[in-house]
């Protein structure tokens, strides 16, 4: 049962961002679209990928600067697709919209979407390049 909007809460700290990745990955390892790949790439480790995720997050939203590196770079030649990404930001707009309200999570969404845009365009890239080197 969804949350009524009076349940749901504004992202204010650490435990909203852990909150908000803890139940969407709880989604992506459960879809029957994502969890295969998400699976197979990080295997058992899932806490120390969530550790990382809460890092990104934490940065992203909160402005507080906990992560370094270069969120594109492990996604690199995955092979996913626009059904993938699609599929991605609808659970994290779906996670965002049962649990929270407000500025930052309006914002969470827009820089899922934005993010997911870019790592599409960049896969896409990627793999035409990698196609030109093999084939050519």
Same mark, same amino acid.
């Given at each position: 049962?969804?949350?009524?909007?009076?349940?749901?809460?504004?992202?204010?700290?650490? /435990?909203?961002?852990?909150?908000?990745?803890?139940?969407?990955?709880?989604?992506?390892?459960? %879809?029957?679209?994502?969890?295969?790949?998400?699976?197979?790439?990080?295997?058992?480790?899932?806490?120390?990928?969530? $550790?990382?995720?809460?890092?990104?997050?934490?940065?992203?939203?909160?402005?507080?600067?906990?992560?370094?590196?270069?969120?594109?770079?492990?996604?690199?030649?995955?092979?996913? %697709?626009?059904?993938?990404?699609?599929?991605?930001?609808?659970?994290?707009?779906?996670?965002? %919209?049962?649990?929270?309200?407000?500025?930052?999570?309006?914002? /969470?969404?827009?820089?899922?979407?934005?993010?997911? $845009?870019?790592?599409?365009?960049?896969?896409?890239?990627?793999?035409?390049?990698?196609?030109?080197?093999?084939?050519?």
């Amino acid at each position: 049962m969804e949350p009524s909007i009076e349940r749901r809460q504004t992202i204010e700290g650490l /435990a909203d961002i852990k909150l908000l990745v803890d139940t969407f990955y709880g989604k992506v390892r459960q %879809d029957a679209l994502l969890a295969p790949i998400f699976n197979e790439r990080i295997g058992a480790h899932w806490p120390q990928h969530l $550790e990382k995720l809460y890092k990104f997050w934490q940065t992203v939203l909160l402005k507080e600067h906990t992560y370094f590196g270069s969120p594109f770079t492990p996604h690199a030649l995955l092979e996913i %697709d626009h059904t993938h990404f699609r599929k991605w930001v609808g659970l994290f707009v779906e996670t965002i %919209d049962t649990l929270f309200v407000g500025e930052r999570a309006e914002e /969470a969404k827009w820089r899922a979407q934005k993010m997911a $845009e870019m790592f599409e365009y960049k896969n896409a890239y990627y793999r035409k390049e990698s196609e030109k080197r093999v084939g050519g």
